[in-house]
């Protein structure tokens, strides 16, 4: 074993650490855009919204 002391807080630390990384990682995967996809929806919104606005019938 390991002859050297262990801070455990350290080591319960890090495994926290690395717990919210994974779960962060799994997020990204479910949630996750790039920066182009959510530039482009943004784009196609104000693109649809601006048709919308020219198509509009006043009375």
């Known amino acids: 074993m390991n002859d050297r002391p262990v801070n455990?807080?350290?080591?319960?630390?890090?495994?926290?650490?690395?717990e919210r990384r994974a779960h962060a990682d799994e997020n990204a995967v479910k949630f996750g855009r790039t920066k182009a996809q959510k530039a482009r929806?943004?784009?196609?919104?104000?693109?649809?919204?601006?048709?919308?606005d020219g198509s509009r019938r006043e009375p």
Do not use: G
């Open 41 to 52: 929806e943004a784009a196609d919104a104000a693109r649809a919204a601006a048709h919308l």
């Open 8 to 18: 455990l807080n350290r080591v319960r630390k890090e495994k926290a650490r690395t």
